[in-house]
Each structure stands twice: as C-alpha cells, then as structure tokens.
Nanobody, 115 residues
Framework: QVQVVESGGGLVQAGGSLRLSCTASGSFFVLNTMGWYRQAPGKQRELVATMTLFGSTNYADNVKGRFTISRDNAKNTVYLQMNSLKAEDTAVYYC?????????WGQGTQVTVSS
C-alpha cells in the first residue's frame, strides 16, 4: 500500500510563488507516476501536473510555463513549484501517487491567491 502527505500550501498575493511537497510512504516496490491535482469551489478536480518515474511530465495548459513539477525518487517526494500565481489558481491541491496496483490521494492542501 501507499500513503501520501502534502505540505506547503498557504496564502499568497497574485504574482507570488509557493512550493508544494508530497512524500509517499508504505509498502511498495516502486512509485510510478506522482502528481498534483486541484479542486476549486464548485468545480471538478482537475489535473495540474504529473511526472513518471523516468521523468516524463504532463501539465495542464493553464499552468504551463508557470508551474514546475519535480521529484526526488530517493526521498519518494514530489514537488510543485508554482510561480506567477493567479487568483484562478486558488484551490485545494491534492497529491496523487501510483505504486503498482495501489493508488493514494493526500488530504489536500489549500492554496489561496489574493488579487
């Protein structure tokens, strides 16, 4: 099984930056894809960015050029560097991890961008 814990959310002004972290733990052989999703009030959860074990990335169009996903495989940790934040980035951000047949979601961390 796998569990994940996020950290790093908070309140920031528009144009500012935040860095989210997510660390996975549990009984797994290898973490495949790790990534970030977000859910704004009244909206469905959407993909933000994902990264495979071998470094392939996938970004939502509305964060390309502003957000960067990275991971430290030795620490089972994935990061999301968010720059040039906009009010529309306000949401609860969830970490997701896939390890074989197991999948884990974090409890979410709030990111609020004030305009």
């Amino acid at each position: 099984q796998v569990q994940v814990v996020e950290s790093g959310g908070g309140l920031v002004q528009a144009g500012g930056s935040l860095r989210l972290s997510c660390t996975a733990s549990g009984s797994f052989f290898v973490l495949n894809t790790m990534g970030w999703y977000r859910q704004a009030p009244g909206k469905q959860r959407e993909l933000v960015a994902t990264m495979t074990l071998f470094g392939s990335t996938n970004y939502a169009d509305n964060v390309k050029g502003r957000f960067t996903i990275s991971r430290d495989n030795a620490k089972n940790t994935v990061y999301l560097q968010m720059n040039s934040l906009k009010a529309e980035d306000t949401a609860v951000y969830y970490c997701n991890a896939l390890a074989g047949r197991y999948e884990a979601w974090g409890q979410g961390t709030q990111v609020t961008v004030s305009s």
